[in-house]
């Protein structure tokens, strides 16, 4: 039997906008299993990009609490969290985010200097043999600029599985591409999570891209429901 | 230790793609600066304290325009003091073939009393002291009078062989027009070359050595008479105050580079941290820890100081080099060792600037949250390295916490800054004002939409233009005046200590050779005693240190007709027993029209009433006299007569002749000194030059930094209407529509500001009539353009792609 990975029990996010208390997460519950892919959609506005960041720790709840890993994220302090997202969580952004003056290499080197990798030769060694799943052999000295968006993608992919993290969130990963280069690159994403049986989370607006994953979570008004 | 090296790597590729190359460039002109400025200070400042008393020759020296009495060398001996006197003046030397004007230092063979001198002889063996008969030369005589050792040279009326080449000498004057070159004589030997006669111009000096407290007790006991004074190494030389000033000058110069320098690492910075807050947050999400963080941006810093220290302190030592080569004839062929202080002081001030400067938008970079990455989230910055200010602050209240000129500039500079913005923008509002195309009418309505940037933009834009054109015009305004003191139709030979006997033969001597000259003039010697019939020691004038002719002897002269060049400003040329008085001393020592002044030469004293008050050119080089008197007052005086003549290059030898037939007579021949002067300025133009570049490399750097961060900043707002479809065309024409009227306006306004600053600098500062520089109002707004074309091509270019 799968071991739950994320753990979320009644949770509220609130900010303070203009003097006014609003409310952004309305006591969500859910739990997520190890090696399951699950798919977050709503409308915008509806506080899917809230609740991934929850999730991963990069922020916390008003109330309730997010267990990940086993661990409950409120209870940790920020180099705590940063150490845990270090060690098991890669995240995919829409807009790639790589760093501007490295290269394709360096930029999948990254995640494992900052875990504290020391040995630069294997880090480059296995960030090559992701760059090459990922079909950029050959292109590891080029600089961001020098890549089209499709493969800047390629490129974030292969950094956020270089860790081998145990949870990977993807933040509308197509969001930025045009449909052919999409298709790719989910597929890509499909490959890869299936061959490392890392815990996918994934916020997107599109359904096709959500039928992928095993199951989704609808949000609405604050409110989070399972789809059927 | 390879994480290291990936480290710096990427550290490297940051600073360069990151956009900090300013700041480093920024750094780089600091710490050159600092270096160049405080290394030469220093080496000045060693050699003068090296030299001290061996500069003195003694350790106290009286200073006298009279022998020195007979009672006070015996009241030094009976104190037990070592004693030594030395008579100099000026005189023609002339060997077979050449002659020149010389200084004649006719000494006792215990000369010097400190410091060292080195004779050497035909036989190449070394000397220390000058014996009677023997004339000694300085090296370059050999070479202007074609002699060797052993011809015979005449000095005045007396003909003495050369006995050798003076080697080293102490008393060296810190003076760079200096360029008569000295001779020694013993004093047994001065009445021989007739050179001293009454009205002549003789220097006389009584070095004296003693321990401190004799020395302090003499120097109690002595009424210093008019025309004395007491020298010692506690007295600043004229030397000493001459560096200050133009230390003074370097100072204000380099504070102003500093200045620029400073803006444009701190616009850099918060630039770059507005940048950079993306890349924080995703590194944070990534799982990077503060450490790591910290890590990464000190290596960054680390890297831009170590760099800028290195080429920064070469380019400094250059730059020294620079500076010190004016100086070369007035300092020591080899120079005092500086050690590492100018290093540690640049330093020192790099980070004073520097931390803050960067470490300050820095520290806030690692707060920015690594949310960000996923949802834009105003972040509250921490203020805990805000403490940092205090260094610059530190640093300015300790080195220049007395120091009115440096606060005043600092505030001044602020002042400007807000009427510089004030008055660009005023005249873009007035440009708005007129009818516009539609590139320039929605560049006008840019500006206009957000006057606190435009503002800003414009007092940096104006600012860094007028500061760059104020070192310029400085410089060229100041080497321009000095080229024209050597106008050419002015004269260029003064024949001074004509005796009255051989006055109406040389004026004849001078018309049959064909060489056009001025009147002649009485020269008499004398000192002022009382005005209005109080003595001048009881003066308030007289405790003014800026004011020294009442205590030292003047040239007089008598006139029937005041000179037609010098221009009457009150009362007039009539009247018995009266005296013309140049019109800036009479208002140092507050005399009217009618005052009464006595006079004194020769212990005679004598009155003349103040009759009228005139403005003299002194640069002219024409013969030009503080006090000019009635022939009644004077007449009957003992002088000396002095007239001034033109001489071409090929009239020398009539020159020569002349200086033969009266070798009494000493000619002070421009020719030679022109040239001096000459190599001189242009020495000093290098220099400055050199100090002007780096003002116009830290004005431009500024100018540019801040163009493309302006620019950068809209970058968002750009591509957005190239989205909308707004035409390539029609957004370019608008962006340089809106930066030209903003080059053209800061440029305009530099151009009026500089013109303000220059004059009120040539008035008050240099004391020099101040120049209109009508092509400023061309050549600013100009150079305000290209600045602008060449900072902006490539972002406008970028900027033109639409937004994906």
Not at chain 2, 270 to 279: D, G, I, M, P, W
């Amino acid at each position: 039997m799968s071991q739950s990975i994320i753990n979320v029990e009644n949770i509220t996010k609130s900010v303070i906008s203009n003097d006014n208390e609003l409310s952004i997460l309305k006591g969500i519950s859910f739990n997520i299993n190890e090696g399951e892919s699950v798919a977050i959609m709503g409308t915008s506005g509806a506080g899917k990009s809230t609740m991934m960041s929850l999730l991963a720790g990069l922020d916390l709840p008003s109330s309730g609490s997010i267990s990940l890993l086993g661990s409950i994220i409120s209870d940790m302090d920020d180099e705590q969290r940063a150490k845990m997202r270090s060690e098991s969580i890669g995240f995919v952004f829409q807009n790639f985010l790589l760093i501007p003056s490295l290269n394709a290499l360096q930029n999948v080197t990254l995640p494992m200097l900052l875990r504290g990798n020391e040995d630069q030769e294997d880090n480059e060694r296995k960030a090559k043999k992701l760059l090459a799943e990922v079909g950029l052999s050959g292109r590891e000295t080029h600089l961001p600029t020098q890549l089209s968006g499709g493969e800047q993608q390629r490129v974030a992919l292969a950094r956020a599985f270089v860790t081998q993290p145990k949870v990977l969130f993807a933040d509308e990963p197509t969001g930025n591409l045009d449909q052919k280069t999409a298709k790719t690159i989910v597929e890509l994403l499909f490959a890869m999570n299936k061959e490392q049986g890392t815990t996918l989370v994934l916020v997107t607006h599109d359904p096709e891209l959500a039928k992928r994953c095993q199951r989704t979570l609808i949000m609405n008004a604050g409110q989070c429901q399972e789809s059927a | 230790m390879k994480t290291n090296k990936m480290i710096i790597s990427w550290s490297w590729r940051e600073i360069w793609s990151g956009q900090l190359w300013p700041v480093m460039v920024a750094l780089t002109l600091i710490i050159a600066c600092v270096v160049a400025l405080s290394t030469l200070a220093l080496r000045v400042e060693k050699v003068m304290t090296n030299q001290g008393r061996d500069l003195l020759a003694a350790d106290l020296v009286l200073r006298s325009s009279n022998p020195i009495p007979e009672l006070l060398v015996e009241k030094a001996q009976d104190a037990g003091l070592t004693i030594s006197s030395q008579s100099r003046f000026q005189t023609m030397a002339f060997s077979d073939e050449k002659l020149q004007l010389v200084t004649v230092k006719s000494v006792e063979s215990s000369y010097p009393l400190r410091g060292s001198l080195t004779l050497r002889d035909a036989n190449q063996s070394a000397k220390n002291q000058v014996k009677a008969g023997e004339l000694w030369l300085s090296p370059r005589l050999f070479s202007i009078l074609e002699s060797k050792v052993g011809d015979i040279i005449a000095i005045g009326d007396a003909e003495l062989p050369i006995t050798g080449v003076i080697e080293e000498e102490p008393e060296l004057a810190y003076n760079p027009f200096n360029s008569i070159p000295n001779v020694f004589i013993h004093s047994s030997d001065l009445d021989k070359t007739g050179a001293i006669q009454i009205g002549s111009r003789v220097r006389y000096r009584l070095f004296i050595n003693g321990d401190p407290t004799s020395l302090a007790a003499f120097q109690e006991s002595y009424e210093l008479q008019p025309g004395e004074s007491w020298v010692d190494q506690n007295r600043e030389s004229r030397a000493v105050r001459l560096m200050d000033k133009a230390k003074q000058y370097l100072s204000l110069t380099i504070l102003m580079v500093i200045l620029m320098a400073a803006v444009t690492l701190i616009l850099t910075c918060l630039h770059y941290v507005r940048n950079r807050s993306e890349t924080v947050s995703m590194l944070k999400s990534m799982g990077s820890s503060r450490a790591w963080l910290r890590t990464w941006l000190t290596t960054q810093v680390l890297i831009m100081f170590i760099s800028a220290f290195v080429v920064g302190s070469t380019l400094g030592l250059l730059l020294e080099y620079l500076l010190r080569v004016p100086l070369a004839d007035i300092l020591p062929q080899e120079l005092p060792n500086v050690g590492v202080q100018p290093f540690l002081f640049a330093l020192g001030v790099a980070l004073c600037i520097g931390l803050p400067a960067l470490l300050i938008p820095l520290t806030r970079l690692l707060d920015a949250p690594a949310i960000n990455v996923i949802q834009k989230q105003s972040v509250t910055y921490s203020k805990t390295s805000w403490w940092l200010l205090l260094l610059p602050f530190t640093a300015l209240v300790v080195f220049y916490g007395g120091n009115k000129l440096v606060w005043m500039v600092l505030i001044g500079l602020l002042v400007l800054f807000v009427v510089l913005a004030g008055l660009s923008y005023g005249f873009l509002q007035l440009l708005s004002k007129l009818k516009w195309g539609a590139a320039f009418s929605l560049a006008l309505s840019r500006i206009s939409r957000s006057p606190k940037n435009s503002m800003m933009q414009l007092a940096a834009l104006s600012g860094s233009l007028m500061l760059v054109a104020l070192i310029w015009l400085v410089k060229s305004d100041l080497l321009g005046d000095w080229q024209q003191t050597l106008a050419p139709d002015a004269p260029n030979v003064f024949s001074i200590n004509i005796s009255p006997e051989q006055q109406q033969n040389y004026l004849q001597e001078l018309d049959k050779s064909g060489l056009p000259h001025s009147d002649a003039f009485a020269i008499i010697r004398g000192r002022i005693t009382k005005i209005k019939g109080q003595e001048t020691n009881e003066l308030a004038a007289y405790q003014d240190p800026e004011v020294r002719i009442l205590k030292r002897e003047v040239n007089f002269t008598w006139m029937d007709q005041l000179p037609i060049y010098n221009e009457v400003v009150a009362g007039d040329w009539t009247g018995e027993k009266t005296v013309s008085v140049e019109q800036e001393v009479a208002e140092e020592l507050g005399l009217q029209i009618g005052d009464t002044m006595t006079f004194e030469v020769n212990s005679q004293p004598f009155t003349a009433t103040v009759n009228s008050l005139r403005a003299v050119e002194w640069q002219s080089l024409k013969p030009n006299f503080v006090f000019i008197f009635s022939k009644d007052a004077v007449a009957n005086l003992p002088s000396t007569w002095m007239v001034s003549f033109r001489a071409e290059e090929d009239q020398t030898p009539l020159v020569n002749e002349l200086a033969r037939a009266y070798p009494t007579v000493t000619l002070l021949d421009l020719r030679t000194m022109a040239t001096k002067v000459q190599s001189l300025l242009r020495q000093i133009s290098w220099s400055l030059t050199g100090l002007a570049a780096l003002g116009v490399v830290a004005g431009i750097l500024l100018i540019f930094t801040l163009l493309r961060l302006s620019l950068s900043e809209r970058k968002r707002e750009i591509t957005l209407y190239r989205t909308l479809g707004a035409s390539k065309k029609r957004i370019s024409h608008t962006l340089w529509a809106e930066y030209g009227l903003l080059a053209l306006s800061g440029g305009f306004v530099a151009a009026i500001a500089a013109e303000v600053i220059l004059s009120a600098l040539m008035i008050w500062g240099f004391e020099l009539s101040p120049q209109w520089h009508p092509s400023m109002f061309i050549v600013l707004p100009v150079l305000a353009m290209i600045v602008v074309f060449v900072s902006l091509r490539s972002v406008i270019k970028s900027l033109m792609k639409p937004l994906r």
